[in-house]
């Protein structure tokens, strides 16, 4: 088993920075993928970044792309997730996510972290 714990959530102003973060714990030898996504109120959980533990492999969404970036230390068994120039729309409980594998879809992910909120409002 592998758990997750998210940390790193708030509220932040439009244009604001806030650094995620995800530790794994647990049998994480075979984990080789870590993901991040997001769901708001009403909508579908949606993908935003993914790299593998090489970080030789990184996938982000169209939406996120030049403003988040993923990364990881090994050593604490941790992925980042730093968003800046945040706007509202970004505002989300956001997941954490590992798998064998990177993908963009939530279905194919097995280990999954409670939430963070973060919050994007003025």
């Known amino acids: 088993q592998v758990q997750l714990v998210e940390s790193g959530g708030g509220l932040v102003h439009p244009g604001g920075s806030l650094r995620l973060s995800c530790t794994a714990s647990g049998i994480t030898g075979s984990i080789t993928a870590m993901a991040w996504f997001r769901q708001a109120p009403g909508k579908e959980r949606e993908f935003v970044a993914a790299m593998d533990w090489t970080g030789d492999n990184t996938e982000y969404a169209d939406s996120v792309k030049a403003r988040f970036t993923i990364s990881r230390d090994n050593a604490k068994s941790t992925v980042y997730l730093q968003m800046n120039s945040l706007k509202p729309e970004d505002s989300a409980v956001y997941y954490c996510?590992?798998?064998?594998?990177?993908?963009?879809?939530?279905?194919?992910?097995?280990?999954w972290g409670q939430g963070t909120q973060v919050t994007v409002s003025s």
């Open positions: 996510a590992a798998d064998y594998d990177i993908d963009t879809r939530p279905d194919e992910y097995e280990y």
